[in-house]
């Protein structure tokens, strides 16, 4: 329970601190899909990680990565954004599907929650502590209704990672930097 209590402190104290840019910019876009106008999710990279969207992302089956240092292939350590197309009503309720799978994979684990107060969307936060001693933070965020998609980002570390509170600091400064636009067209243009 102190282990939560510690990453809950160091994660609400991390989503009141400012973003340090190296590279704003589209980090992941999506084509008009029936009902879904074309997206992209823009987010300022923190020093010294590398952005991906296109290689090591498209390899494990996601829209983004972030990482420092030389890709490992090791889910730790890798910030990871997933955008899809709504299909749960609400928010919450994609909170308690992703919780109930994460408990019916290991039954053992624990799970926590916090707010993150993202100054455009709606987001909420999970931590899940894995009888493999590895812990998650998984923040889902909802650009809204029109937007026709979802989106998180998450992060792996192992349980006693003593870099734990950087990159923890730097992946909610991703988590609260990052913005929703409807047409990745327009904003390749300045509009």
Request: charged letters at 20%.
């Amino acid at each position: 329970m102190l282990r939560v209590l510690g990453m809950l402190a160091l994660l609400g104290l991390a989503t009141a601190l400012g973003a340090t840019p190296t590279d704003a910019g589209v980090l992941a876009q999506g084509a008009r899909d029936g009902q879904v106008p074309a997206w992209a999710i823009v987010v300022d990279t923190p020093v010294g990680w590398t952005r991906d969207c296109c290689m090591y992302a498209r390899a494990i089956g996601v829209n983004a990565v972030l990482y420092q240092g030389e890709w490992s292939g090791k889910p730790q350590r890798v910030m990871v954004l997933n955008v899809w197309p709504r299909k749960l009503a609400s928010l919450a309720a994609e909170v308690a599907a992703d919780r109930k799978r994460y408990l019916q994979l290991d039954p053992a684990g624990k799970v926590s929650s916090f707010p993150v107060h993202h100054p455009d969307m709606p987001c909420q936060a999970s931590v899940y502590q894995g009888s493999d001693r590895i812990d998650d933070v998984l923040v889902f965020c909802d650009p809204g209704r029109a937007s026709g998609i979802r989106l998180s980002w998450s992060m792996s570390f192992d349980d006693s990672d003593p870099t734990r509170r950087a990159l923890l600091d730097a992946f909610m400064r991703v988590v609260v930097a990052s913005r929703y636009r409807k047409d990745p067209l327009a904003l390749a243009h300045g509009g």
